[in-house]
């Protein structure tokens, strides 16, 4: 008995200070200077579990069966990130790796390229990022054997979402799901399909851009990618032709090709549909990405132009307000940052902006918002307030 304890002593003594030498894996920590004198290629392939999320394992893309934590039951997620002129570690991947592993117990692969990705010369760093993907194939290739090729999801950023293309390109598109999160601009542009990112290159491609009609960081669509994670408002892509017909309420309608809209993010994680329409995500530079939509209609007298905005406060019966403002046509899609259930009033507030000169007055015979109200005076500069009146209740009035 005592000669069995003598060597549980020396076993755990032996693997505690085992332990205590061992350092986890960590993403590649570059500098400018690594940018300014140029990186050769070299890539880690980093796995994370829930039973390993803040110790990383070095996958050997030659034998992925000696691998400890690589379980052949779990989906797969590919995360690739794209050009670092800096060198630094992206400041979103932990996230992303993060809030997957709450969602389901992934096999998660950070594909860490930082040595090659990391130069200021951009042509340099576009040749490294295509000699990434023969690495990853081969890495692929022995998973085929234990693992279906649909339940693998790759995410790319930047370069990273043609990284991802290419290799599901190498899969004739049986790949599960791409997710391109700005994909790169520059040598990729208006290229051909088997040269770039394609909706092809797996059995659902999802990409979500900078707008063009406002000036967006380059990692905006990753962090409204976070937020589809992180919250539940359920960020909705509409089919639509255009920013401005969707801003105009022309595009509040899911029947897309008989198949829901889609949800960033979590909700389809292997959700397969394939689509070749615009799809707008209207959102806003605030934490959440969260916005919800009421379509306003607004009817008025006025004959000539009154140029302005029209600044809408709704409170529900709970005394909580909420505020938005339009300046366009008299139908558009008001966004607000909190949804209400039970309306108690509307306030509008009509401007013109000018401080001085007469104060005008808008005329409005009808509006609708959700809840219908006819017949109203807006003073410039003065809310006008009133308890919303259901549509059906105004029509039964009328007959």
């Given at each position: ?164 293309g290419f290799v599901g390109k190498t899969y004739n598109g049986k790949i599960g799901r791409i997710t391109g999160l700005d994909p790169a601009g520059p040598l990729f542009t208006k290229k051909l399909a088997n040269e770039r990112l394609d909706h092809t290159d797996a059995q659902f491609v999802d990409v979500i851009h900078r707008s063009s009609y406002f000036k967006c ?183």
């Open positions: 008995m005592c000669s069995l304890k003598i060597i549980l002593i020396k076993c755990f003594f032996y693997l505690y200070f085992t332990n205590l030498g061992q350092e986890c894996p960590k993403f590649t920590d570059l500098n400018f200077g690594n940018a300014v004198i140029g990186t050769d290629l070299k890539v880690q392939l980093l796995l994370y579990t829930r039973k390993n999320k803040d110790c990383a394992e070095l996958l050997d893309e030659h034998n992925i069966t000696t691998s400890t934590h690589f379980n052949v039951t779990k989906n797969i997620v590919v995360i690739i990130h794209g050009y670092r002129f800096t060198g630094s570690p992206p400041i979103w991947i932990d996230t992303i790796k993060n809030l997957l592993l709450e969602k389901q117990d992934f096999n998660i692969i950070i594909v860490d390229w930082n040595r090659g990705a990391t130069t200021v010369n951009y042509f340099s760093a576009v040749s490294s990022a295509k000699k990434v993907v023969p690495i990853l194939t081969h890495l692929i290739d022995q998973m085929l054997n234990d693992v279906a090729v649909d339940s693998i999801y790759m995410i790319g950023v930047s370069l990273g979402a043609h990284i991802a960081d380059h990692q905006r669509s990753v962090f409204l990618y976070i937020s589809s994670l992180q919250h539940d408002c359920g960020i909705t892509a509409y089919p639509c032709e255009s920013y401005k017909d969707y801003r105009n309420g022309k595009c509040m309608s899911c029947n897309f090709k008989s198949l829901p809209c889609p949800i960033v993010g979590k909700s389809i994680l292997f959700q397969i549909i394939c689509f070749g329409e615009f799809l707008r995500w209207h959102s806003i530079v605030y934490r959440t990405f969260c916005l919800y939509h009421y379509s306003l209609d607004i009817i008025t007298w006025n004959k000539s132009t009154r140029r302005g905005f029209i600044n809408i406060k709704i409170t529900d019966n709970s005394g909580n307000t909420i505020e938005s403002r339009i300046n366009r046509q008299t139908k558009i899609l008001a966004g607000f940052y909190l949804d209400f259930g039970n309306i108690s009033t509307i306030g509008l507030t009509f401007s013109t902006r000018s401080t001085v000169g007469p104060k005008y007055k808008l005329r409005v015979l009808e509006m609708r918002i959700q809840l219908c109200r006819y017949d109203l005076i807006l003073v410039e500069n003065i809310e006008t307030s009133f308890i919303p009146v259901p549509c059906y209740e105004i029509n039964m009035q009328d007959n």
